[in-house]
């Protein structure tokens, strides 16, 4: 079978990366998309891990050379998924978790329409959001109300998505992004080959 895609978006702030480190902490099967980015690299973050960080010229490279999935300008950088590690998941039925704000998300629904899951990341509130962004400490008080601004935008798209997480308390938002990724997994389409010949039968007279 094909591995999936689960696209996650939602604001900054709302817990994404918290979220995702839960379900690959707990699920060693699951592949983290490493994005490019050419914003500079914060404290704590690793190259390679946190994402591949890049200079402006380079990711043009990367756009040039038809290297990324999907990309876009957030907040005055560029971020984008490499397609090679995702094409090769896919193919040997690797699921993976992509951190993707919604501009990307919805190109990578459109180009890979039967793999992708995208599932939004809200809070109970705005002011829950914008707590959270101040109280990780790593945004230029310059850049919070650009991202905050981005944010109410980004809400304004969750229609366009699959599953709605509401991340108020971390182990229940977990739990539902889990069942989320179980549920896609147990879809017909995913599980039709198990019916074998022989559990199959002939119509009922
Ligand atoms: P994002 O990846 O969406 O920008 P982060 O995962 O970095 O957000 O989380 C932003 C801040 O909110 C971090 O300090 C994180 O510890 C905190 N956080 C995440 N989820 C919760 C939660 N459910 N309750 C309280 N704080 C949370
Ligand atoms: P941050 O700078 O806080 O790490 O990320 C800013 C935004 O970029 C987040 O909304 C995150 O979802 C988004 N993002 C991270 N990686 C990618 C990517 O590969 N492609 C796109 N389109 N957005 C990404």
């Known amino acids: 079978m094909r591995g999936k895609l689960f696209v996650v978006s939602g604001p900054s702030g709302v817990g994404k990366n918290t979220l995702l ?5 707990s699920c060693k099967t699951v592949q983290y998309s490493v ?4 914003r500079p690299i914060r ?3 690793v190259d390679g891990k946190s994402y591949y ?12 050379n038809d290297a990324l999935l999907e ?25 993976v ?5 919604v501009v990307g998300a919805l190109k990578i629904k459109k180009r890979l329409p039967d793999d992708a899951v995208l599932v939004f990341v809200t809070a109970p509130s705005f002011d829950v959001i914008r707590k959270r962004l101040v109280h990780r400490g790593d945004v ?3 850049l919070m ?7 109410r935008w980004e809400c304004s798209q969750a229609v366009n998505y699959d599953y709605i997480v509401v991340n108020d308390d971390l182990t229940r938002a977990s739990e539902d992004l889990r069942a989320i990724m179980l549920a896609e997994k147990c879809k017909t389409m995913e599980r039709i080959h198990l019916i074998k010949e022989e559990l199959s039968c002939s119509t009922p007279q």
């Open 21 to 25: 480190n839960a379900i690959i902490d």
């Open 145 to 151: 109300e650009e991202r905050l601004e981005r944010a």
């Open 43 to 45: 404290p704590g973050e």
């Open 71 to 95: 990309y876009a300008e957030y907040v005055g950088n560029y971020y984008g998924t490499p397609l090679q590690p995702i094409r090769e998941a896919i193919e040997n039925g690797v699921d």
């Open 35 to 38: 994005s490019a980015t050419s």
């Open 97 to 101: 978790v992509m951190d993707v704000e």
């Open 53 to 64: 960080f890049v200079s402006r010229a380079r990711f043009e490279e990367l756009i040039a």
């Open 140 to 142: 230029a008080p310059g």
